[in-house]
């Protein structure tokens, strides 16, 4: 007797398009929390070819990557898992990523199973890959790696140690993006403020930028967890330090009704204004699945120095399902 295969080929059709796209409506709908919006944490946002594009820590399988025209709302690609857990080292705990275009290529810096990587691709949309699959310190648990290339073209990695509970080093990089220069590691900051120590020890979530000849530090401090999460800033004349932390920090914490505020990425929309993009908690009483959420970004000249501000009015993008 033949048997009726139809079911079985639409049950596996149905998986197959399941596992090339994240569905984060269900999620949200599963959570009875706020959904339609930007269900990230430690987001990062990249301007490429006129097009933005999101990433950020939510996925179990990897790195999702969500795309916008105007940074108000956000779409999901036909397949938005941008990098792939079985393309990479690791297969838990994929955090934090920023995604950079450099020489033709994509680079995506992201921790995983708590250790630094860095995967390549040809598109902003991905595939990253590994071609050698490994983090990049091997014998060390570190996170929250970040890149800033000088004007001199010189690149530098930032990312946090677990020797001090979490602390800010740099290590120089070499030419290929891809591996540190291990005696070039310095410690940047630790926690060393009032502020810093409701949930101690956590200095992490380093980005930085140079304004008008000095090097700018943003920072979170506390524990992720926290409602007392926030945002310092320190700032040096060399991409090594020494760093000042801001005397007024924290410089972003507890804004509106938006708590557990941290770990941000700084970026240049179209029209060249500078912008930071940040998450916070789903709600006072519920962590996740964290928002992010955007401002901007200004200095403003205060006893011959150049102080960071950012904007308490954020804008909170939403997420469209077609």
């Keep these: 007797m033949k048997r009726n295969l139809l079911p079985a080929i639409l049950i596996f059709v149905f998986s197959m398009a399941c ?43 990897g790195i999702l990557v969500y795309t916008s025209e105007d940074l108000e709302t956000w779409k999901i690609p036909e397949n938005n898992l941008a990098l792939n857990k079985d393309d990479v080292w690791a297969d838990q705990w994929y955090w934090a990523p920023e995604v950079y275009h450099i020489n033709g290529k994509f680079y995506m810096y992201y921790s995983a199973d708590e250790h630094i990587c860095v995967a390549v691709a040809d598109n902003p949309l991905g595939p990253f890959r590994q071609d050698v699959r490994k983090p990049m310190i091997a014998d060390e648990k570190c996170i929250d790696n970040s ?14 140690r677990f ?4 602390n800010i080093w740099v290590a120089e990089l070499e030419d290929n993006l891809t591996e540190i220069k291990p005696e070039t590691m310095q410690a940047c900051i630790h926690v060393s403020q009032e502020w810093e120590e409701v949930w101690p020890r956590v200095n992490e979530g380093s980005f930085v930028i140079k304004h008008n000849g000095v090097y700018y530090m943003t920072y979170s401090a506390n524990s992720y967890e926290s409602p007392f999460y926030g945002i310092g800033v320190a700032t040096a004349t060399s991409p090594f330090g020494p760093w000042k932390k801001y005397e007024n920090n924290p410089i972003y914490q507890n804004v509106g009704e938006l708590v557990g505020i941290g770990h941000s990425a700084m970026f240049t929309d179209k029209d060249g204004i500078l912008h930071i993009v940040f998450h916070s908690h789903n709600s006072k009483v519920s962590i996740h699945p964290r928002l992010m959420h955007i401002s901007t970004v200004t200095f403003e000249k205060r006893n011959e120095e150049e102080i960071m501000k950012i904007d308490p009015a954020y804008m909170t993008p939403k997420l469209v399902w077609k």
């Design 163 to 166: 020797n001090d509970g979490l």
């Design 19 to 61: 596992s090339q796209k994240e569905n984060p409506k269900k999620d949200n709908e599963d959570t009875g929390l706020k959904s339609g919006y930007v269900s990230f944490g430690d987001p990062f946002i990249l301007l490429y070819d006129g097009m933005y594009y999101a990433y950020g820590t939510s996925s179990d399988n």
């Design 147 to 160: 890149l800033f290339i000088d004007d001199d073209g010189k690149a530098y990695l930032y990312f946090d």
